[in-house]
T-cell receptor, first 114, second 115 residues
Framework: AQSVTQPDIHITVSEGASLELRCNYSYGATPYLFWYVQSPGQGLQLLLKYFSGDTLVQGIKGFEAEFKRSQSSFNLRKPSVHWSDAAEYFCAVAPRDSNYQLIWGAGTKLIIKP | ETGVTQTPRHLVMGMTNKKSLKCEQHLGHNAMYWYKQSAKKPLELMFVYSLEERVENNSVPSRFSPECPNSSHLFLHLHTLQPEDSALYLC??????????????FGAGSRLTVL
């Protein structure tokens, strides 16, 4: 069955430090790939997406993600985190040949140390 | 108002009550979705509407009943719920008809507690 794995339930990072959140998926063909962020008490907001082309994609709020086909991964990165980045981050994939069913990871909660 | 608005933000109901969740999108989008978000679990798609027509019902129990009277409004009617239905219910919309490439715009959610 298709699945998305975010191996880290929580990650704690010091303010100003770099960040990498991991996402792996199991699916034969390259799917559409997304990262969403959910700040406390809010809905999810799209950070970035990968459909095709350059495998390094830029998103909002200084985030980027790199698609690695050989590793079936789409890891999210930020060079220097800010306290306002504390939130939960969700990776999602959608098969290209199918419908609108997004397959979601369980999320990674980012905690920022002052 | 802009974006996707959900009301109420919090709801507590007994197992025999009937209540409704409301979602309104001000974006001119053509598709609307209901998701269930439970702690430590992936989001679960419940219902999808495209131009007011239901296109997906993901084996959701009949105690959840959706209604989409027009392309801007979506309701989730709740009756005889179970405690395990306690969760955050998220409404989302997309500009295009449902497809895997859709970017979703989410509301802030309705936190439901079933006693």
């Amino acid at each position: 069955a298709q699945s998305v794995t975010q191996p880290d339930i929580h990650i704690t990072v010091s303010e100003g430090a770099s960040l990498e959140l991991r996402c792996n998926y199991s699916y034969g063909a390259t799917p559409y790939l997304f990262w969403y962020v959910q700040s406390p008490g809010q809905g999810l907001q799209l950070l970035l997406k990968y459909f095709s082309g350059d495998t390094l994609v830029q998103g909002i709020k200084g985030f980027e993600a790199e698609f690695k086909r050989s590793q079936s991964s789409f890891n999210l990165r930020k060079p220097s985190v800010h306290w306002s980045d504390a939130a939960e981050y969700f990776c999602a994939v959608a098969p290209r040949d199918s419908n609108y069913q997004l397959i979601w990871g369980a999320g990674t909660k980012l905690i920022i140390k002052p | 108002e802009t974006g996707v608005t959900q009301t109420p933000r919090h709801l507590v109901m007994g197992m025999t009550n009937k209540k409704s969740l409301k979602c309104e999108q001000h974006l001119g989008h053509n598709a609307m979705y209901w998701y269930k978000q439970s702690a430590k679990k992936p989001l679960e798609l419940m219902f999808v509407y495209s131009l007011e027509e239901r296109v997906e019902n993901n084996s959701v129990p009949s105690r959840f009943s959706p209604e989409c009277p027009n392309s801007s409004h979506l309701f989730l009617h709740l009756h005889t719920l179970q405690p395990e239905d306690s969760a955050l219910y998220l409404c989302a919309s997309s500009q295009d008809r449902p497809s895997g490439a859709n970017v979703l715009t989410f509301g802030a959610g309705s936190r439901l507690t079933v006693l």
